[in-house]
């Protein structure tokens, strides 16, 4: 069994610290940052995933779906040892078939916690081979629907910790030369060893680091992280058992945010006494990116899926605009929503959703007016980061900063729009604005095709009344001309 230890996840908060500053003297003063943006992967437009599973092919990284019942569902990336198991073998299957080739520590307490909506790390033995798996809820239409995780080769980082905990790496010619950073501080915080790796990963001078202070978390990070990382270090003393792999977020000197993943190990001296910490220190923030543009892909993707299975079968206007307007919500993270669809010329709020509501609506929009007008009057995507300064926006919700329209079109027939408006613009990317419309390019037939179902229902209703029509008059005229034969036989 490999030994590991769950960390709970740093809540994505606002991290603070003034650029002028070193590191050490940044809790007397802070200021805001930007948070870390991932860039958006390759286009995967029309529905069609191909590339993404390409690029997933040739990554380091491994991505992986479970359904509520453990059952593997999709495994993409390089393959894990290949003459013990191709991830293709590994489809349909579930993990506690697999548990001879997977060395998972606590598998159901793992799949519980996902399942319960919360974030799992731990390492996983395969063969010679050490991988980290991160699990996430997989989320849908229907809540938490499964399980989606990255897991990546570990052995190398595995190897230089477990040396570490034989205490074997000392030599310091050794550490200034390693690409990851390393430190030693005592159980008062002081640093008593570092390199100039993890100066640099940090944003200091080694000088900043050795100076005699005892470390602050919150020197480095937001106040949440900084607890996760003082439960990390406190395990480690209360146990004695090591800390592999604990991500972290730092904010730089100069204001940037960096993601690093340190381990956590016990120093002794010679009386087997603890005297202080030690770990290594790597930079794991291009790694971080991808694996968050990976993940949101996988997630909307899995949306995008079920929105096909729903539309497939829904027959009824009512039902399409509900699931519509459900996953546009989803998808973009919009605080507030609409859908409007053309009637006589007049568009039509027909369901709208925001705070927390999604509702039936009956209102009219003034015809070609506003962001939603020029979408439809162009028929082209729009998306507004800031409202305030389009000449076209009609300031109707409070908050409002960002809007984005999109016009519902099938066979060159304009049908309405949708639209999405929210107070945090950052949400509204190229990846969420490209997914909106490939979710609407979807809708549109969808709500066409409900049209003429009900349509075609209509008239197959007038016709069958006007069959029964036509019975109840052949009914009348037969009974109308047998009375006269009657009263003519009885004369």
């Known amino acids: 069994m490999v030994e590991h230890e769950r960390i709970q996840p740093a809540v994505a908060g606002e991290a603070q610290t003034n650029r002028a500053e070193t590191c050490m003297d940044r809790d007397q003063k802070r200021g805001r940052t930007k948070p870390l943006s991932a860039a958006p992967l390759p286009s995967t437009a029309n529905g069609d995933d191909h590339r993404l599973r390409a690029i997933l092919r040739q990554s380091p990284l491994i991505v992986y779906t479970l359904d509520r019942n453990g059952i593997v569902t999709m495994m993409e990336g390089h393959d894990i040892e290949p003459d013990l198991l191709n991830t293709k073998d590994i489809i349909g299957r579930s993990l506690d078939d697999l548990s001879g080739i997977f060395d998972i520590p606590d598998l159901q307490a793992l799949m519980e916690k996902v399942l319960n909506g919360e974030n799992t790390r731990t390492v996983v033995q395969i063969g010679e081979q050490y991988y980290e798996a991160q699990s996430t809820p997989l989320r849908g239409l229907n809540g938490i629907e499964g399980v989606i995780g990255i897991a990546y080769d570990v052995s190398s980082w595995k190897k230089e910790t ?69 439960r990390a270090f406190d395990h480690v003393q209360r146990t004695g058992k090591p800390i592999r792999a604990f991500e972290s977020k730092v904010v730089r000197a100069d204001g940037s945010i960096t993601y690093i993943e340190l381990s956590i190990s016990a120093r002794r001296d010679e009386r087997e006494k603890l005297v202080g910490f030690r770990g290594i220190v790597r930079d794991v923030t291009d790694r971080k990116a991808v694996e968050e543009a990976l993940a949101q892909r996988m997630v909307l993707l899995s949306v995008l899926q079920q929105v096909d299975n729903e539309l497939n079968h829904a027959l009824e206007v009512e039902k399409v605009l509900k699931v519509a307007l459900n996953a546009a919500v989803i998808l ?11 009637k006589d010329n007049t568009v039509i709020v027909v369901r709208a959703a925001g705070t927390g509501e999604e509702r039936v609506y009956s209102a009219n929009l003034p015809t070609g007016a506003g962001i939603t007008g020029r979408a439809m009057r162009l028929r082209q995507p729009q998306r507004v980061i800031d409202v305030s300064v389009d000449p076209d926006y009609i300031n109707d919700i409070p908050d409002t900063q960002a809007e984005i329209a999109i016009p519902l079109i099938t066979h060159d027939k304009l049908l309405g729009v949708i639209n999405l408006e929210t107070s945090h613009p950052e949400q509204f990317t190229e990846a969420i604005f490209e997914y909106v419309q490939m979710l609407t390019s979807r809708v549109a037939p969808a709500i066409e095709n409900a049209r003429l179902y009900e349509l075609s229902q209509e008239q197959l209703g007038a016709m069958r009344e006007l069959e029964q029509l036509k019975t109840d008059m052949i009914r009348i005229a037969s009974h109308d001309l047998r009375s006269p034969l009657g009263s003519s036989l009885a004369i």
């Open 162 to 230: 477990d040396a570490l905990q034989d205490a074997r790496l000392t030599n310091r010619d050794i550490l200034e030369d390693i690409e990851d950073g390393y430190y030693e501080i005592d159980l008062k915080g002081n640093y008593t060893l570092v390199n100039s790796a993890l100066a640099r990963i940090l944003g200091c001078s080694k000088a900043d680091l050795l100076n005699g202070k005892p470390v602050s978390f919150r020197s480095f990070t937001d106040d949440v992280t900084a607890e996760a990382a003082e």
């Open 332 to 342: 973009s993270n919009a605080e507030t929503g609409f859908i409007g669809l053309i």
